[in-house]
């Protein structure tokens, strides 16, 4: 089941990937097209000045062009982007609370819980039957049932740490995402201005260079923006997450701790077996090694001694 699971979160990530690199592939190719469809600036803003008149010139930036103008590293950052779109749609689909804590599932181990009957059977058909992590922890403490309560407590610490490990691992790739992108940002920035800088040193006499590295600088700049717009997104949303997930297992722990507590009755008295997918209770007290009676000081009379009878 576990297996089966993790099947259909990866199919739906790549899903969601291939439908974010699809949109984002549409908007280079516009993009391209658009920038593609301008006037050509050989000395940029300053022929473009003189041939349009100031009272036509548009005054809007079109942000198209601009994803253009950015350069090579608007790639990688377009493929953050992509990266952290994908997660963000998967982990709100997958840490929703009918995923991690169902409202049925705690209703019904709480009901169980309050009644003062803490039966480990009842207690396991009803955690297979909630594929969820609540449930995936409670059964880890009921099958141990009977057993010694640090052995329970350490069982289901482990459980309950493999869950969060579970729930964390696609808010690492906000984490990256938030890091990376503005680093990817800098990166094409320093990029664009050391070459308007070296473009403007190659220009002769009769150029406008004021004009020629505003246009410069000002397409050096792209390359940040677009970093921060995706590291506030992805930054924003691994703190949702995070909160969402220590919220969550905080409820979880405290109700698993109550369920130990119940568990504590049936210590070195009964202990429950898996046979197909009921839990069969064995007692034992009838084993002769576990037994009270087996360490008796109590003599045993030993067997009695044949005698020879001589003729």
Not at 186 to 205: E, K, N, P, S, Y
Not at 261 to 276: A, C, N, P, Q
Not at 296 to 304: D, L
Request: net charge positive; hydrophobic share 45%; glycine share 8%.
């Amino acid at each position: 089941m576990v297996f089966h699971v993790s099947l259909i979160r990866m199919r739906s990530t790549f899903c969601c990937f291939g439908l974010w690199a699809a949109c984002f592939l549409a908007m280079v190719a516009m993009a391209t097209a658009t920038a593609q469809a301008q006037p050509e600036r050989a000395s940029e803003g300053t022929r473009i000045a003189a041939e349009i008149p100031v009272s036509n010139q548009s005054m809007g930036i079109d942000f198209f062009d601009l994803l253009v103008r950015g350069g090579v590293f608007m790639i990688p950052i377009g493929i953050t982007s992509l990266v952290v779109a994908t997660f963000m749609l998967e982990r709100w689909v997958g840490l929703r609370r009918g995923r991690l804590f169902p409202t049925d599932f705690r209703k019904a181990l709480t009901t169980v819980l309050r009644s003062g009957v803490a039966d480990p059977r009842p207690l396991y058909r009803l955690s297979n039957e909630s594929p969820s992590a609540a449930a995936s922890i409670a059964r880890t403490a009921v099958v141990r049932a009977g057993r010694p309560q640090a052995e329970i407590v350490s069982a289901v610490s482990e459980a309950t740490q493999r869950e969060v490990d579970r729930a964390y691992s696609n808010v690492r790739w906000l984490n990256l995402g938030a890091g990376v992108a503005p680093l990817l940002g800098l990166l094409g920035t320093v990029w664009g201005l050391i070459r308007a800088f070296h473009d403007t040193t190659q220009l002769t006499a009769g150029q406008n260079r004021a004009d020629f590295l505003a246009v410069g600088i000002y397409e050096a700049l792209v390359t940040t923006l677009a970093g921060l717009m995706v590291a506030i997104p992805a930054a924003v949303a691994s703190h949702y997450f995070e909160g969402k997930i220590q919220r969550v297992f905080g409820q979880i722990e405290e109700l698993m701790a109550e369920l130990v507590r119940s568990l504590e009755s049936y210590e070195g008295k009964t202990r429950f077996d898996v046979i197909g997918r009921d839990l069969v209770p064995r007692d034992i007290l009838s084993n002769p090694l576990t037994s009270p009676y087996s360490n008796s000081t109590k003599a045993v009379p030993a067997p009695p001694v044949s005698r020879r009878v001589d003729s």
